[in-house]
């Protein structure tokens, strides 16, 4: 077993990246990861079953299995391998449990199991994370929720991840939507202009505030138009 400073990129999880770091990698898992990262899943597979044949208690084997069940839509496997990585890592592994259950809240998202992905995201939100992951965790339930329609559920979601990083675009902007749907412009507004102040150069900021600027506008017409009636 090679002496290493390892990286898994978890690539599955729509669009959501994150690392654990693993100092000793056999040579089965690090060739499993090497396929996984060039999306060679059969590959992938075939290594991680010769892992486990070679070490039927590794943690990371069933969590890299989990990872290629998901890629591949196998939601119920995607499940069964990351139940079975969290049974094996230890009370102290917390970034490997909080990528077992990214990969079980997003498979219950992929079923549209709501309740579920929410309780997945509270036991990630449990474990003693950095502010920075935290606040990652919490935009992602905060995200749920918006689509959930649950407007003031998931505004409070989105401050919460910015009360532990202050540079969370993200958080702010997430804020704003919830803001308009609520129709306080105003807290819209101030969250945007957070958003700009951090990432200057982003269109999407300025687009959105333009856009809630033109309501008010429109807003303020209605009322001038109703008291000239």
Do not use: H
């Amino acid at each position: 077993m090679s002496k290493c400073r390892f990286y898994l990129l978890l690539i599955a999880l729509c669009g959501f990246q994150m690392l654990f770091a693993k100092d000793d990698v056999s040579y089965n898992l690090s060739r499993a990861l090497e396929s996984l990262k060039d999306r060679d899943y059969n590959s992938a597979q075939e290594y991680v079953k010769k892992e486990l044949e070679d070490n039927p208690k590794n943690a990371e084997a069933y969590l890299v299995y989990s990872n290629i069940a998901f890629m591949t839509k196998e939601y119920n496997l995607t499940d069964e391998y990351a139940e079975k990585a969290l049974s094996l890592f230890s009370k102290k592994e917390y970034e490997n449990k909080m990528a077992a259950y990214m990969l079980l809240w997003n498979s219950s998202l992929q079923r549209g199991d709501t309740t579920t992905a929410l309780k997945y995201i509270d036991n990630t939100l449990a474990l003693k994370l950095t502010n920075t992951r935290m606040s990652d965790v919490y935009i992602d339930k905060a995200s749920v929720l918006y689509d959930m329609k649950k407007w003031k559920e998931s505004k409070s979601m989105y401050q919460k991840a910015v009360a532990l990083d202050a540079e969370n675009t993200v958080g702010y902007y997430g804020s704003s939507l919830c803001s308009i749907e609520e129709k306080l412009y105003d807290e819209a507004l101030d969250n945007l202009n957070k958003c700009i102040y951090l990432v200057k150069n982003s269109y999407i900021y300025y687009y959105k505030r333009a856009e809630v600027y033109l309501i008010q506008k429109q807003l303020i017409l209605q009322l001038n138009l109703r008291s000239l009636k």
